[in-house]
């Protein structure tokens, strides 16, 4: 019997591939740290933080790749996610020389580095567009979505923006007389990936920063690339949707079309032909996807096979802080999943709702992040996370972002002054937790919230369980969440108390030892304390990793009767 009906155990004699193993962490280089004082962050700002994410000592993050959010030269129409130039920096945050550095400087620490591949669409100010819009004869006219009004004049189709200020997807160009689709702002015109040269010219972008030494991308709205040939009406169910694939059996018809995934398999073969950092293909480049569609079966698709190596799953953006909750879209999207394949997590992004505000404060977020970094898959940690940073959304009429993202995009908070980001006024001003939410005012305290991400980070740095083995959710009382995890010598629960209020938590359905030593614990004094297992009992919103077994290669389905089917 497996460990998990879903997700047997990786091969435990010896590490997976790099990006199997890691811990993410994600940059937003507008808010991570400012080295000239114009009140925006930029890449110097972050070369000079990199200590704080791995300086191989204990006292820093421990984390073993970075993310960041474009950089490149953008009207920032939509914050770098609009680009106008795909293979240079933009003088905000520095030039291609700092980048260079930012990579030499990353590897010299052990941290890969992985950027933004925004491949749906450009900015109307890159000299594509500016060509394509120039003439309906213009060679490069087909490298965009065009097509003639409505017969009232009005958009093509009832495709709608994402973003819900922008109404529909479609913007009418008045010197040709025709729209052109926009599935985000006017300002960031869809490519037309079914024109060969776009794919050619996107082959070289692809090509210039993995020659430059980047060690993946993350690829922006992976499943939007291709859109419906005949620019067919969404039908009238889907009409008001803007993101999901909201109506089982049907799609909406500009996204998550089959041929997408000819595009991400040619991405694929390009990245497996370039080595990794140790010079062998075999710990290559990667690519995680991010495919915010809510169908863990269409989901499947996207990874795991001759497409991207992983994903992000949007589970946790979305579901309430419940026990059964997080039960149920983890195991949901590991029974979907097609074997071998390997999701990311991440509990808050530049488009996401930090944790801390999403789950309702520091209790929460705290058992979140034990979550995160225990379960199978890559964790990927938002910027400020680590410090429990949370929304703070500028008052109205200062807002920034089109689509109501200022909140979670605030400077990192490197100390309660916030001159730690930088001397000039930040494009955004820092939280009003500033004063308790901060690097400097945590750095000293193993139980500040900065100390428990360090401490789990380490942990599962020093967990095959942890980091590749085995998972079975078991059955439990109250509003908790329970797993286990494993690997060959090693067996860990992992119990989560979503409630305010202390528990007595009864696993049930399986054999369990009579106690337990508790690793690690977001509650202090818990850990290397043993503990009873029948009931367990928990703290206030209480998250702890309990060692089972040590040596013994217990594989936690043959002592257990078969755990339930995961939910669909
Ligand atoms: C992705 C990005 C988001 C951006 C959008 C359009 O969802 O994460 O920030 O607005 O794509 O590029």
Same mark, same amino acid.
């Given at each position: 019997?497996?460990?998990?009906p879903q997700?047997p155990?990786?091969?435990?004699?010896?590490?997976?591939?790099?990006?199997?193993?890691?811990?993410?962490?994600?940059?937003?280089?507008r808010?991570?740290?400012d080295?000239?004082?114009?009140?925006?962050?930029?890449?110097?700002?972050?070369?000079?933080?990199?200590?704080?994410?791995?300086?191989?000592?204990?006292s820093?993050?421990?984390?073993?790749?970075?993310?960041?959010?474009?950089?490149?030269?953008?009207?920032?129409?939509?914050?770098?996610?609009?680009?106008?130039?795909?293979?240079?920096?933009?003088p905000?945050?520095?030039?291609?020389?700092?980048?260079?550095?930012?990579?030499v400087?990353?590897?010299r620490?052990?941290?890969r580095?992985?950027?933004?591949?925004?491949?749906?669409h450009?900015?109307?100010?890159?000299?594509?567009?500016t060509?394509?819009?120039?003439?309906?004869?213009?060679?490069?006219?087909?490298w965009?979505?065009?097509?003639?009004?409505?017969?009232?004049?009005?958009?093509?189709?009832?495709?709608?923006?994402?973003?819900?200020?922008?109404?529909?997807?479609?913007?009418?160009?008045?010197?040709?007389?025709?729209?052109?689709?926009h599935?985000?702002?006017?300002?960031?015109?869809?490519l037309?990936?079914?024109?060969?040269?776009v794919?050619?010219?996107?082959?070289?972008?692809?090509?210039f920063?993995?020659d430059?030494?980047v060690d993946g991308f993350?690829?922006?709205?992976a499943?939007?690339l291709l859109?419906?040939?005949?620019?067919?009406?969404? +039908?009238? %169910?889907? $009409?008001?949707? !803007? =993101?999901? @694939?909201?109506?089982p059996?049907?799609?909406?018809r500009?996204?998550?079309? /089959?041929?997408?995934h000819?595009?991400?398999r040619?991405?694929?073969?390009?990245?497996?032909?370039?080595p990794?950092?140790d010079?062998?293909?075999?710990?290559?480049?990667?690519?995680?996807g991010?495919?915010?569609?809510?169908?863990?079966?269409?989901?499947a698709?996207?990874?795991?096979?001759?497409?991207?190596?992983?994903?992000?799953?949007?589970?946790?953006?979305?579901? +309430?802080? %419940?026990? $059964?909750?997080? !039960? =149920?879209? @983890?195991d949901?999207?590991?029974?979907?999943?097609?074997?071998?394949?390997? /999701?990311?997590?991440?509990?808050?992004?530049?488009?996401?709702?930090?944790?801390v505000?999403?789950?309702?404060?520091?209790?929460?977020?705290?058992?979140?992040?034990?979550?995160?970094?225990?379960?199978?898959?890559?964790?990927?940690?938002?910027?400020?996370?680590?410090?429990?940073?949370?929304d703070?959304p500028?008052?109205a009429?200062l807002e920034?972002?089109?689509d109501g993202?200022?909140?979670?995009?605030t400077?990192m908070?490197?100390?309660?002054?916030?001159?730690?980001?930088?001397?000039?006024?930040?494009?955004?001003?820092?939280?009003?937790?500033?004063g308790?939410?901060?690097?400097?005012?945590?750095?000293?305290?193993?139980?500040?919230?900065?100390?428990l991400?360090?401490?789990l980070?380490?942990?599962?740095?020093?967990?095959a369980?942890?980091?590749?083995g085995?998972?079975r959710s078991?059955?439990?009382?109250?509003?908790?969440?329970?797993?286990?995890?494993?690997?060959a010598?090693?067996?860990?629960?992992?119990?989560?108390?979503?409630?305010h209020v202390p528990?007595?938590?009864?696993?049930t359905?399986v054999?369990?030892p009579?106690?337990?030593r508790i690793?690690?614990?977001?509650h202090?004094?818990?850990?290397?304390?043993?503990?009873?297992?029948?009931?367990l009992?928990?703290?206030?919103?209480e998250?702890?990793?309990?060692?089972?077994a040590?040596?013994?290669?217990?594989?936690?389905g043959a002592?257990?009767?078969?755990?339930?089917?995961?939910?669909a």
């Amino acid at each position: 019997m497996t460990t998990h009906p879903q997700i047997p155990p990786q091969d435990t004699d010896g590490p997976g591939p790099w990006w199997r193993e890691a811990v993410l962490y994600q940059i937003y280089p507008r808010s991570f740290a400012d080295s000239n004082g114009d009140g925006i962050g930029d890449l110097r700002g972050i070369i000079s933080r990199l200590d704080h994410l791995r300086d191989g000592t204990p006292s820093s993050l421990g984390v073993d790749a970075l993310w960041l959010s474009p950089f490149y030269p953008s009207p920032q129409a939509d914050f770098g996610y609009d680009i106008s130039d795909y293979q240079d920096v933009d003088p905000v945050y520095g030039t291609l020389a700092d980048f260079d550095e930012l990579v030499v400087e990353a590897h010299r620490r052990g941290l890969r580095v992985v950027v933004d591949l925004v491949m749906n669409h450009t900015s109307t100010e890159h000299p594509w567009f500016t060509e394509s819009r120039s003439s309906r004869a213009n060679p490069k006219r087909n490298w965009y979505i065009w097509a003639d009004p409505a017969p009232d004049g009005g958009p093509p189709n009832n495709w709608l923006s994402a973003f819900e200020k922008c109404g529909p997807a479609w913007t009418l160009d008045p010197a040709t007389g025709q729209y052109y689709l926009h599935s985000f702002t006017p300002g960031q015109p869809d490519l037309n990936w079914r024109e060969p040269a776009v794919r050619e010219a996107m082959r070289k972008v692809w090509r210039f920063w993995l020659d430059r030494g980047v060690d993946g991308f993350r690829a922006d709205v992976a499943h939007r690339l291709l859109k419906d040939e005949r620019l067919r009406d969404n +039908p009238p %169910e889907l $009409a008001p949707a !803007r =993101r999901h @694939v909201s109506v089982p059996g049907m799609r909406q018809r500009q996204l998550d079309l /089959p041929e997408v995934h000819d595009v991400l398999r040619e991405l694929r073969e390009v990245l497996d032909s370039y080595p990794g950092l140790d010079g062998s293909l075999a710990e290559g480049r990667f690519v995680l996807g991010e495919v915010p569609i809510s169908d863990d079966s269409r989901l499947a698709d996207y990874f795991g096979g001759e497409g991207m190596h992983t994903v992000f799953h949007i589970a946790f953006w979305e579901q +309430p802080w %419940e026990g $059964a909750a997080f !039960r =149920r879209t @983890v195991d949901g999207l590991l029974a979907a999943m097609r074997p071998g394949s390997w /999701p990311t997590y991440a509990l808050a992004t530049h488009d996401i709702s930090r944790t801390v505000s999403r789950f309702g404060g520091w209790g929460p977020a705290r058992a979140a992040a034990v979550i995160m970094l225990t379960l199978p898959g890559t964790p990927c940690v938002y910027y400020g996370e680590e410090i429990g940073m949370a929304d703070a959304p500028p008052p109205a009429g200062l807002e920034r972002d089109v689509d109501g993202r200022d909140g979670q995009r605030t400077p990192m908070q490197w100390d309660a002054s916030g001159k730690g980001f930088g001397t000039g006024t930040p494009w955004l001003a820092p939280g009003p937790d500033a004063g308790r939410a901060n690097v400097e005012a945590q750095r000293d305290d193993s139980e500040s919230m900065l100390g428990l991400y360090r401490r789990l980070i380490r942990y599962r740095g020093g967990s095959a369980a942890l980091r590749r083995g085995g998972y079975r959710s078991l059955d439990s009382s109250g509003d908790s969440y329970v797993y286990l995890r494993q690997a060959a010598g090693e067996l860990l629960l992992v119990a989560v108390n979503f409630r305010h209020v202390p528990a007595q938590v009864e696993i049930t359905g399986v054999d369990l030892p009579a106690a337990g030593r508790i690793e690690l614990s977001t509650h202090a004094g818990r850990a290397g304390a043993t503990v009873p297992l029948g009931p367990l009992a928990l703290g206030p919103l209480e998250a702890v990793v309990v060692r089972l077994a040590d040596g013994v290669p217990t594989d936690p389905g043959a002592t257990a009767a078969p755990s339930k089917g995961p939910a669909a």
